[in-house]
């Protein structure tokens, strides 16, 4: 009789622990690299299929597993985003990388099913805040991939055009390329605690319709994209200029009976509206100094279900 430990050759099975403990760096990987944390572990699901699928013998040949695990769900996830574009031209209205709460708030999963936390398997810094994800989606697939593998994991570019099959040389240019749109676009820095007051002063002027105070608060051309998916009423463009997203705010809080809470939303605050118990958007925000440059509004369902209350 054989056992998972002693398979009928005689020699130990690969350490299925250390193998499965790789799943955490793979799901970061992996949704830096799609924006989307259901995509992300459809990838890491994958990855281990094809694990799971070669003959042990293969499986002994591989001297690192945690080096193949991230190799193949590297490529995957180029495929993925290579894919995404194109399918993305038939997505209604814009499309925003899907926000993730901390670990706190994660609900979904804590309402029934799985028993490991999906907060325990994306760290949440820097590279998920939502303006960081945003640029990366401006990126090639390539050159997504080869800054994500080297200058947020630290892989070498030898390492890296292994995985991408680029040459070392052509990796360095594709990194360089990325890190000047992400200088381009980054803002100045301000404190979280900062910026924790700033969304704290937002949602107050907002609950209490002051369009002046909102005014107040935003880049003078702030920017606000809504990402609905066409699953619910939302602008198709983005809206531009301080004065105008007042007034829509304005607008919306007099339509709707909104409770609009104060979360972190990827690592940074973040604001949640309700109705009826029910999340119907989370927010991100940019913040330059002491104005709010750009506030992303998550409206689409689908991308709301780790919010969802228990």
């Not at 390539?142 to 070392?168: C, M, N, Q, W």
């Not at 809206?239 to 909104?258: F, H, K, N, P, S």
């Not at 409770?259 to 029910?278: A, C, K």
């Amino acid at each position: 009789m054989t056992t998972e430990s002693e398979p009928g050759h005689g020699r130990p099975a690969p350490d299925l622990s250390a193998v499965m403990s790789e799943r955490r760096h793979l799901t970061n990987l992996a949704y830096r690299l799609l924006g989307s944390l259901a995509d992300a572990e459809d990838a890491v699901q994958e990855t281990y299929a094809r694990w799971y699928a070669m003959p042990r013998t293969d499986q002994d040949a591989i001297a690192s597993p945690g080096a193949w695990l991230t190799t193949v769900a590297s490529r995957i996830c180029l495929n993925v985003l290579g894919s995404a574009r194109a399918r993305r031209e038939t997505y209604v209205g814009e499309w925003i990388p899907e926000p993730l709460p901390e670990r706190t708030e994660w609900a979904a999963e804590r309402s029934g099913g799985s028993h490991m936390d999906p907060a325990d398997r994306v760290t949440l810094d820097e590279s998920v805040g939502m303006a960081f994800l945003v640029v990366l989606e401006s990126m090639t697939p390539a050159e997504r991939v080869t800054f994500v593998l080297h200058d947020v994991f630290r892989y070498s570019f030898a390492e890296v055009a292994g995985i991408v099959g680029r040459k070392p040389a052509a990796c360095r240019q594709l990194a360089s390329s990325a890190r000047r749109r992400i200088r381009a676009a980054r803002a100045a820095g301000t404190p979280t605690a900062r910026q924790a007051g700033i969304v704290r002063e937002f949602k107050q002027v907002w609950e209490a319709k002051d369009i002046d105070g909102l005014i107040g608060l935003l880049d003078p051309d702030a920017t606000v994209v809504a990402d609905s998916g066409g699953l619910v009423s939302a602008v198709a463009e983005p809206v531009q200029g301080a004065e105008l997203i007042a007034r829509a705010c304005v607008g919306l809080a007099e339509r709707a009976a909104l409770t609009i809470l104060e979360r972190t939303v990827n690592g940074q605050p973040g604001l949640v509206s309700r109705q009826d118990g029910v999340t119907v958007a989370v927010l991100a925000f940019d913040i330059d100094g002491d104005r709010i440059r750009h506030i992303w509004a998550v409206l689409n369902p689908e991308k709301l279900r780790p919010w969802t209350t228990p």
